[in-house]
């Protein structure tokens, strides 16, 4: 019976001794479960919710801090930009590629402006002031160009010499026997000269090869080389004879073809003549006056006599080889 009662206490000094070991295990482990920071779950974004981000140190607000074995990193140096190439000459077609010569610093030379010279010993006019009487004429002359200018009048003295006259656009001066005039305006006289001798309009009138208004109103035309004529004006232009024609040159030439002869070649046609009414122009060829040929002055004249009674009148021309027709007609009027 004891030895029973010892085999069944065996088992449980044993869960007893082996509860006595687990007991410490398992405080230390609930120890070390309560000492250590749960884990947390990274936040899910959403659209009212964005995930918010840690600040980022700026490097003021965190500046690096050497470990205990190293040296605090540097700034890295700035290494300045190479420089660039030079860029490659321009190369054009047909021209040779050349050597320029190195610009030079001091600015290029300048010729210094020429004075004009004087033909009287260097006197200058600057200003001429002409009236009726030359006692009251001045002139303000200068002894060099780059002298200061004086008022000068009729009989006083400048640079030596002696004021004689003064126009409008000269001062005479004398020195001894000579006498020289020192001018302004160059030019003006001699436009003033020509323009003298330009025609007035009653002048112009008077040259022969000018038509009057009674025979211009007389020219009616109808199209570019078609024109009437009344009775009178006719008469009027067989009145005024060779006036018709002055001052027309002609010249014979000779036409290659075969059989056709010699034609008439026209130059010189004055304004407001005859020819140049009618639409005739310089280097046109007469060719024939109411389909006869004309091939010398005698024809042409012998050909207008003709036509004189007759109603109705053609010439045949020529222009840069192209032939053209110039019809006249008598025009009756009713009475």
């Known amino acids: 019976m004891a030895s029973n ?9 044993l869960v007893r001794r082996v509860a006595l070991l687990l007991v410490p295990l398992l405080l230390g482990a609930v120890y070390l479960l309560r000492s250590e920071k749960p884990a947390t779950t990274p ?13 980022v140190p700026s490097a003021s607000q965190a500046p690096m801090r050497a470990f205990s074995d190293e040296r605090p990193l540097a700034a890295p140096e700035r290494i300045p930009p190479a420089p660039l190439p030079p860029p490659p000459p321009i190369e054009r077609a047909g021209v ?45 002359m200068a002894t060099s160009y780059a002298a200061p200018a004086q008022v000068v009048h009729v009989g006083e003295r400048i640079g030596g010499f002696r004021v004689a006259q003064i126009e409008w656009d000269r001062v005479w001066v004398q020195m001894g026997g000579g006498r020289c005039a020192v001018g302004m305006h160059f030019g003006a006289r001699d436009a003033e000269e020509h323009a003298a001798k330009e025609l007035s309009g009653e002048a112009y009138a008077e040259l022969p090869w000018v038509l009057p208004q009674s025979i211009v109103a007389g ?27 002055a001052g027309l040159r002609v010249k014979v030439v000779e036409v290659p073809d075969e ?62 080889g192209e032939p053209f027709r110039l019809s006249l007609r008598v025009l009756h009027l009713e009475p």
């Open 259 to 320: 059989g056709a002869g010699a034609r008439l070649e026209l130059f010189d046609i004055r304004l407001d003549s005859l020819l140049e009414r009618l639409g005739i122009e310089n280097n046109d060829v007469l060719v024939a006056i109411n389909d006869e040929p004309v091939d010398s002055v005698d024809a042409v004249v012998k050909a207008l006599a003709a036509a004189r009674d007759k109603q109705s009148f053609t010439a045949d021309f020529t222009r840069d």
């Open 43 to 55: 936040p899910v974004a959403s659209a009212s919710k964005p995930v918010p981000h840690p600040p």
């Open 5 to 13: 009662e010892s085999d069944k206490g065996a088992p449980e000094k």
């Open 219 to 245: 020219l009616g035309k109808r199209s570019e080389m078609e024109f009437e004529l009344d009775p009178a004006t006719i008469a009027a232009l067989y009145a005024r004879g060779a006036d018709v024609f």
């Open 96 to 140: 040779p590629a050349v050597d320029l010569p190195l610009a030079s610093a001091s600015p290029p030379r300048v010729a210094a402006p020429s004075v004009p010279s004087s033909p009287c010993g260097g006197l200058f006019v600057r200003l001429i002031t002409v009236a009726a009487d030359p006692k009251v004429s001045f002139a303000s």
